[in-house]
């Protein structure tokens, strides 16, 4: 994983202006239940890492470290996300209910000032990171990272005729940040249909890995792809059963006569978490 210490790289001084990191780690994470229930998705580990490390790695990487040049938003479980995080980047706590993603930059407009931002989801696992998102960004454009799909799917957006996804990153200008406010709104409907429907969105594509980590399912294939394929067992966790397949959380257990295939192993021996992945 990259390192958080260190000074801004050169890239975001080559970016149109400075550049603000925001990780994105206030949501419910309902289809992640019951995991949820013990940790905020944005705490949930991926081969051992926690994913708010991971997007707050790939933001530095482009921005500095710090809480001089990270953010990082909080709801769901906050006081989790606040111990966690502490001194390393900004907190921005949603008290009442979560903002969404426009909202999120309105609450955090006093702290991004002037500054373009670089904005990543904490559930998306980026091992590729954010380089070519920011790299020639003209500090006037919405940039957003996409993947291709299959010519028959239905994209969130298009790009030279074929459909795209949004993956969880984008770069966007302190021109339009400006204007966000602190009301639950997301940035598709606040600035990103109008912009596509006027051809002013930068999209760009990456064949890197990126999963979103909000079902079962991806989540256990994120902690696969990162692991190798290998099962992922956190620090004091014990296994005396078989597993294929498997993650088992930070001081979990799994019993001798238990055989686990394709499920994530939460809580600890008394009060055991088993979510199917399948």
Not at 226 to 239: D, F
């Amino acid at each position: 994983m990259t390192p958080l210490g260190g000074t801004a790289p050169a890239v975001a001084e080559l970016a149109g202006g400075a550049l603000a990191g925001v990780a994105l780690a206030a949501g419910l994470g309902e289809r992640l239940r019951p995991l949820t229930d013990l940790r905020p998705k944005a705490l949930c580990p991926v081969n051992e890492v926690p994913l708010l490390d991971l997007a707050l790695a790939r933001l530095a990487a482009q921005t500095g470290a710090g809480p001089a040049h990270l953010a990082v938003n909080a709801h769901h479980l906050a006081q989790q996300i606040a111990d966690h995080v502490g001194r390393r980047a900004h907190l921005s706590l949603e008290r009442d209910e979560p903002l969404g993603t426009a909202g999120a930059l309105g609450l955090l407009r006093p702290w991004i000032e002037g500054r373009h931002v670089l904005v990543t989801n904490s559930d998306t696992y980026l091992p590729g990171g954010l380089g070519d998102l920011v790299s020639g960004f003209d500090g006037e454009r919405c940039r957003l990272l996409v993947r291709e799909l299959p010519a028959a799917r239905q994209g969130d957006f298009r790009h030279g005729g074929r459909p795209v996804d949004y993956v969880g990153a984008c770069l966007l200008p302190w021109a339009l940040v400006r204007r966000l406010q602190a009301t639950p709104s997301g940035l598709y409907e606040v600035l990103w249909r109008d912009l596509d429907q006027r051809g002013e969105l930068d999209l760009v594509v990456t064949a890197a890995p990126a999963i979103d980590c909000g079902t079962p399912r991806d989540y256990l294939g994120a902690n696969l792809q990162a692991s190798g394929g290998r099962n992922v067992i956190g620090k004091g966790a014990t296994v005396e059963g078989s597993l294929v397949r498997c993650v088992v959380w930070d001081g979990a257990h799994v019993g001798p006569h238990e055989q686990l295939a394709d499920v994530v192993r939460a809580g600890d021996r008394h009060h055991p978490v088993t979510v199917s992945a399948c």
